[in-house]
């Protein structure tokens, strides 16, 4: 099946006329990244155009230093991460201007710590995972104030012991993968309740053996990886049923054209084909790649670049 | 990242025919131009400097039907902040109450886009003559449509703020909610974040003067309050004793405050030249006290110089009740007992409710931890059974609980043995309280492991742990009165921890003069080829 998976990214990429392609053109710099991480953890990176990408990215970087989705797009965080982390899979960081990229990310810190997205300043804990990510990947954390940012994050905590977008949010998995993720960059993850933020993201688990983002919502895959990543960086990923999940996760396949959905029977696509592999890897699979829990990308680039975030044990 | 891709969600996979393939490839084509015109023209404009309302419109035609198109949002309002350098009030306020009117029909297609939420508070902030109610009834409409969209929930809570509504407003209002729809993780999360606001938790006459705590989650709720909060949750899980949102929400008023920041235990040995002082929280150490090591993820510190200041802390073993207690509540013991009372007459209607279940045991452990140990064991003998999904979350809990006991059961004169053979403990913690330990014996359990945080047990001479799934050693590192150590029947495999190692080269290290290491080192690690001492 993994190469069908592999064949099936390969095509993705390539049918850049198709209609549902052009739609998705305002999050690209991000397909790509999941293309291309999912690739990596099946070793199948080679089969990409590594040229074309590393051109396209360094065509994507702005004036203010941020990464654009696409050409002619604006920047934003969420796109400078994910170019960020294509270059690192790469191992050509110089393709940017790496001290603009900084001055980016650090320009978009508030008075309270938090960051916004971009200059129009919508304010969410993503992108405060987003900042000192790409900053932890370029070894530049020292640029913002961590202990603003850190403060920030820690008020968005629950009474669930889960984290929301913003202060007072309800709690959600995607954000609390990107709380935890952040506290584990910046060395807080004592700050986290583990024993009741563990049970709230275990109990996610449903009969199905799928996870759910929240409370009362459908299982899919790609919360089952929020869920079971937070889970890995608390130290607490033995509290669901693996089997159960890895079952759910490999009935989301599609069998004829390669890819996973978000559940069984629907239609696939490259997140969810990402989201998929990669919890296979945190369940120990070991026909792909190890991933890490907090960044999503194979362990042997963030070796190489010298970078090992915290996990609970 | 994750965007907003609620377009990936949901989408069944249908079978077609090669002729349905066939048109709709072509539908698809035509659609694709247009689409590429109208981006190409948008992009013409923007790049020309035209802020017109031809531009405006272009932008609306493609936002309309691809919402997440953010930076078409960013061009609108370039094009808006334009306008209101050459329009009037009224002018202005004309074209902000149309751009609202859009997004509410974009909103009524795609009511999770992030970029028209945050486009929507942008606008509302702008309007001259702002009109919150109707916002808010916007927000009544979009949660009536569907209570749990987080995205129109923390819309309502921007409003709520710019307009001052007050806080009983808002309570209200998941009064409402809560009324017509128990299930709703939603309305009880804002509870917990609207109660401590409203009914603050009387200060207590100890911590006066601290600062408050940073986090918003440790702020209590007054004990009056608890008491009808109380009645609304069990009439809640009453009335569904399968639906979480109350469970969830039921321990959390039943819990209090953060563990405190203490010293759980000072231990100063002269002939060592040693001092360790335990914290029962993480501690961020002054830079004035020497310290040369710091044991990470282990809430304790380690000082190898002595200094001052210890001279007047004792350990207590009185401490220990206040500390175990602290995850369920202060309040009053009839309170909690009356409490149990509900949740045992709910269990006997309902044997086998997990929520229920869990619910009584964390009661009990509030009311009288010893007392109530042998039912405890029983309900989470019934839990593994009813949820074995969770089995490994009830067996650490358990763990822990079954650990406290056993701490609370210590006579002060044997403070320096503690012995928990055979409890199927699977993972150890507490050990903050353990720093004078010299002798323990964890024998016939299933600890896979002996944590990082092992370290604490700086006294500790004699560990028993025969009879584990113990896989490595990793926790027995910095003991350094450590003399013996049992561990028969174990998992011990260094070849499971390494299973590819090859060359291993130990030149120049003391343990390279030891007799027979060469011949140990090759039973131990038999993957080993080339060798080098
Ligand atoms: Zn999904």
């Known amino acids: ?313 | 990242m994750h965007n907003s891709f609620t377009k990936l969600h949901g989408r069944v996979k249908v079978k077609t025919t090669a002729q349905q393939e066939e048109e709709k490839k072509k539908e698809r084509e035509k659609k694709l131009k247009i689409y590429v015109a109208a981006r190409d023209a948008c992009f013409a404009k923007r790049k020309e400097g035209i802020k017109d309302e031809e531009a405006l419109e272009l932008t609306q035609q493609l936002l309309s039907s691809n919402p997440d198109f953010a930076t078409l949002w960013n061009q609108r309002r370039e094009i808006l902040m334009h306008l209101e350098t050459i329009k009037d009030e009224d002018e202005m306020q004309k074209i902000y109450e149309s751009e609202l009117h859009f997004l509410e029909s974009c909103l009524k297609v795609n009511p999770k886009s992030y970029g028209s939420w945050f486009h929507r508070g942008w606008v509302s902030a702008r309007l001259p003559r702002p009109n919150w109610v109707r916002e808010l009834s916007l927000c009544d409409r979009c949660l009536s449509l569907d209570d749990r969209n987080f995205h129109c929930w923390d819309y309502r809570r921007m409003v709520v703020k710019m307009s001052g509504v007050p806080v009983e407003k808002e309570l209200e209002f998941t009064d409402r909610l809560i009324g017509s729809n128990f299930s709703n993780y939603s309305s009880w999360h804002y509870r917990s974040t609207l109660l401590p606001l409203l009914h603050p938790e009387s200060p207590d006459p100890k911590s006066s003067g601290d600062p408050p705590s940073s986090q918003a989650h440790s702020h209590r709720v007054c004990e009056e309050q608890l008491l009808k909060e109380y009645e609304l949750v069990q009439n809640a899980f009453f009335t569904d004793p399968n639906d979480q949102s109350a469970w969830f929400y039921y321990r959390w008023l039943l819990g209090r405050a953060d563990r405190e920041e203490m010293i759980s235990c000072v231990y100063v040995s002269r002939d060592e030249e040693r001092v360790v002082v335990g914290f029962s929280r993480p501690v961020n150490v002054n830079v004035f006290i020497l310290f040369v090591e710091v044991i990470l993820e282990c809430l304790a510190v380690v000082l190898l110089f002595s200094i001052v200041l210890l001279g007047t802390i004792q350990w207590s073993t009185n401490v220990n009740v206040l500390v175990f207690r602290s995850e369920l509540s202060v309040e009053k013991t009839s309170v909690l007992q009356s409490e149990l009372q509900s949740c045992n007459q709910l269990q006997e209607l309902e044997p086998l409710n997990k929520w229920c279940l869990l619910t009584i045991i964390l009661l009990m452990r509030a009311l009288d931890p010893l007392r109530y140990e042998k039912e405890t064991l029983a309900h989470f003998e019934t839990l593994k059974e009813v949820d074995p999904m969770r089995s490994a979350y009830y067996s650490d809990l358990c763990s822990k609980f079954m650990i406290e006991n056993t701490i609370l059961k210590m006579e002060y004169a044997e403070v320096r043995v503690f012995s928990i053979s055979d409890k199927n403990l699977t993972t150890l913690c507490h050990l903050d309280q353990l720093v004078l330990v010299t002798h323990i014996n964890l024998s016939s359990n299933q600890l896979h492991r002996l944590p990082l945080q092992f370290a604490m047990l700086q006294c500790l001479e004699v560990l028993e742990a025969d009879s584990n799934l113990i896989e490595n050693l990793e926790g027995l590192y910095h003991l350094p009165n450590l003399e013996e150590v049992l561990l028969r029947n174990n998992n011990l495999q260094p070849l499971a921890s390494c299973p590819k190692l090859k060359h291993l080269d130990l030149r120049g290290n003391p343990v390279t003069l030891s007799d027979g290491i060469e011949a140990e080192i090759k039973a131990l690690l038999p993957s080993v080829t080339k060798l080098l001492l």
């Not at chain 1, 099946?1 to 390969?10: C, E, G, P, R």
């Not at chain 1, 020292?142 to 977008?165: H, P, Q, R, T, W």
């Not at chain 1, 599609?254 to 629907?266: I, K, L, Q």
Request: charged share 20%.
């Open chain 1, 1 to 313: 099946m993994l190469d069908k998976h592999a064949d099936y990214i390969a095509v993705y990429g390539s049918k850049k006329d198709d209609y549902e392609y052009t739609l998705s053109e305002y999050l690209r710099m991000s397909g790509i990244y999941w293309g291309l991480t999912v690739m990596d953890l099946m070793g199948q990176l080679h089969r990409m155009n590594r040229n074309e990408i590393v051109e396209f990215i360094k065509s994507c970087q702005h004036e203010s230093g941020g990464i654009s989705a696409s050409i002619g797009h604006d920047p934003h965080l969420l796109y400078t991460l994910s170019a960020v982390q294509i270059l690192c899979l790469y191992d050509c960081m110089d393709a940017l201007d790496v001290d603009r990229v900084v001055e980016y990310v650090k320009g978009l810190q508030q008075e309270d710590g938090s960051f916004a997205g971009d200059k129009w300043g919508e304010i969410d804990t993503r992108f405060s995972f987003c900042a000192v990510a790409t900053l932890a990947l370029l070894g530049k954390m020292d640029a913002i104030n961590v202990d603003k940012a850190i403060e920030f994050v820690l008020s968005c905590m629950n009474f669930d012991g889960g984290f929301g977008c913003r202060p007072g949010s309800e709690s959600h998995a995607g954000q609390i993968y990107c709380c935890t993720g952040f506290l584990s960059l910046t060395g807080q993850l004592h700050q986290v309740n583990a024993d009741l933020l563990g049970w709230w993201l275990c109990e996610r688990q449903l009969p199905s053996g799928g996870l759910n983002g929240r409370p009362e919502k459908l299982p899919d895959v790609c919360y089952s990886w929020w869920v079971l990543a937070s889970l890995k960086i608390i130290g607490k990923i033995h509290w669901i049923d693996k089997g159960k999940l890895r079952a759910f996760i490999l009935a989301c396949q599609d069998e004829e054209t390669g890819g996973f959905a978000d559940r069984p029977g629907d239609m696939v696509d490259p997140f969810h084909t990402l989201f998929g592999v990669a919890g296979l890897s945190l369940l120990g699979d070991e026909q792909v790649k190890a991933v890490n829990p907090v960044l999503c990308m194979p362990e042997d680039v963030l070796q190489r670049r010298g970078l090992q975030p915290d996990v609970l044990s």
